[in-house]
């Protein structure tokens, strides 16, 4: 489903004159509420995004705007610890890290807290000193992470660099959009509208907002459900658990 089809009348912006009762042209032609509402949708989306990251099973969501997968190369810097995830990336989330010092091998980097490092954090020799370059720990903080081990200049040389993978953000609708459809499986663009339309009638008309709420949650049952089992190649295993006595 588009953002707005004021041709076809079946954009998401159409459906919502529909479920406030707006009417035809309502919010579309009037660009105070046209503001308003794809920011209701907008918020609507963020919702429906972070049920969908509650729910999902291996099957890992992505916004389906994108033609690529969320990975992401950086490169490394000689005798520095701290990294910035680069803006570009627009990373909500972070699935994994590998590090290659060698700019050939990588290996996959596991978390660890600088709380649990017990040498001084000044130290960065002494520090380095207890960690491996084939084994290496990354401690994720605000928008990038702390690196152990540091790679060297000659390393940096040979094309050090950091691999990650990631959840990145939605596309935000914008008012001017068209054409632009929702990052979701097309089940469940309709409750973006019904999302931005029950925001705005919790104001206006508290019956309209109760049965946009009874949708909107029916709606959200079903989200949770689809993208919870949407890998149907997984195979679950339950093993029993046998009391130590026996």
Not at 111 to 135: C, H, M, R, V
Not at 149 to 173: C, L
Request: with cysteine; glycine share 6%; hydrophobic share 35%.
């Amino acid at each position: 489903m588009v953002y707005s089809d004021t041709t076809n009348k079946n954009g998401i912006i159409q459906r919502c004159e529909d479920y406030t009762n707006i009417g035809d042209g309502g919010i579309s032609g009037d660009s105070t509420l046209l503001y308003k509402f794809t920011s209701h949708v907008n918020e609507a989306y963020a919702d429906i995004i972070r049920e969908i990251l509650l729910s999902q099973d291996s099957f890992d969501w992505d916004d389906s705007n994108h033609t690529d997968f969320p990975i992401g190369t950086f490169a490394l810097v000689a005798s520095q610890r701290d990294y910035n995830f680069p803006s570009s990336l627009n990373l909500l989330t972070l699935k994994r890290v590998d590090i290659t010092y060698d700019g050939t091998n990588y290996y996959r980097a596991t978390p660890i807290d600088s709380s649990e490092i017990a040498e001084g954090l000044g130290n960065d020799s002494s520090i380095d000193a207890l960690f491996s370059k084939t084994e290496p720990r990354y401690d994720p903080k605000a928008n990038g992470f702390w690196l152990y081990p540091m790679a060297s200049a000659s390393e940096v040389a040979s094309g050090a660099k950091a691999r990650i993978e990631f959840t990145r953000k939605f596309d935000e609708f914008v008012y001017t959009d068209t054409s632009q459809e929702p990052g979701i499986d097309r089940t469940f663009h309709d409750l973006l509208a019904i999302g931005a339309s029950l925001k705005y009638a919790i104001a206006k008309d508290a019956k309209k907002a109760g049965n946009l709420k009874t949708l909107w949650d029916e709606g959200m049952e079903r989200l949770r459900t689809y993208y919870g089992k949407r890998n149907t190649d997984a195979q679950l295993i339950m093993n029993p658990q046998i009391p130590d006595y026996l």
